[in-house]
């Protein structure tokens, strides 16, 4: 019987018991630490792959699925007839959405793949909607239009608490780092159609928490918060907790959502990152 499938890549931050709940089809990427290659949430769990990356003698590198992966995936989804939508991490972080659109146009199957723009909980989020939708029986264009909707109205800023990982990745100088950790500070950047712009320079934890709640308030203003989450990289006490209890204290009643971030954006980020991610309706 056809029906609409959801496939998504292992950088979301949907919970095991989602993915396994809603059936949802989930392609991982690989991280190669020290010349061994590990599969995101398989053999490799976020918690773990902090302590390698500590002992780490270069910088984990992460790879895309293949376009080859993707396509025996949609093959065999579709070969009775059913759509497929699948949705992934922004374009701009990882090849992984050229994949998956490369592997649509070589597969019989109907697949409408879908740039999140996104990553972690902003990833999370569009999955859910396509989730509801799908089991309220909506169309595909019913479910690209709510997934678009979801994006439109998403925030995510990301906030850094070394820049050691970027200068070893090449995203930035050396001289920079320097001058930053001198400093103490602990960039903040806003990811915005996929693109992450340095938004604030704050100095303590203190301050990266007040820039992300006078962010929050402000956008979120007469609207109805549908959803608040933060991914993390080993920061509960210095970021995460002061966070929650800063919104609840703004009036927020719902669930603040709490994951340990992919292995595959911690290796940019590295420990003690967080990302701040929200959307109102």
Do not use: W
């Amino acid at each position: 019987m056809s029906q609409i499938h959801i496939v998504t890549d292992s950088t979301c931050d949907l919970t095991d018991a989602e993915i396994q709940e809603h059936g949802i089809h989930v392609v991982p990427l690989t991280v190669q630490i020290d010349e061994k290659t590990y599969t995101d949430r398989v053999n490799l769990q976020p918690d773990t792959f902090i302590k390698l990356l500590k002992t780490a003698k270069e910088l984990p590198k992460s790879s895309q699925p293949s376009p080859g992966a993707f396509k025996e995936l949609y093959d065999e989804l579709g070969k009775d007839g059913s759509r497929i939508i699948s949705i992934h991490m922004t374009g701009s972080m990882s090849g992984t959405y050229q994949s998956a659109n490369q592997a649509s146009q070589m597969s019989d199957s109907d697949v409408t793949v879908i740039d999140s723009r996104y990553i972690a909980f902003g990833l999370a989020f569009q999955l859910r909607e396509a989730i509801r939708l799908r089991n309220a029986g909506a169309t595909v264009e019913e479910i690209v239009a709510g997934v678009n909707r979801v994006r439109e109205n998403t925030r995510l800023f990301v906030a850094l608490d070394t820049l050691e990982n970027m200068v070893k990745g090449g995203r930035i100088g050396k001289g920079k780092a320097v001058v930053s950790s001198l400093l103490n500070i602990k960039p903040i950047g806003h990811l915005d159609i996929g693109e992450v712009t340095i938004c604030a320079k704050p100095r303590s934890y203190k301050q990266v928490v007040k820039y992300l709640m006078s962010e929050f308030e402000k956008d979120t203003q007469g609207k109805k918060v549908a959803g608040v989450g933060i991914s993390h990289a080993n920061s509960m006490d210095t970021l995460v907790n002061p966070l929650i209890e800063q919104v609840k204290a703004a009036g927020y009643t719902g669930q603040v959502e709490v994951a340990f971030t992919s292995p595959v954006i911690s290796t940019h980020t590295g420990e003690g990152a967080i990302g701040f991610i929200y959307y109102t309706e």
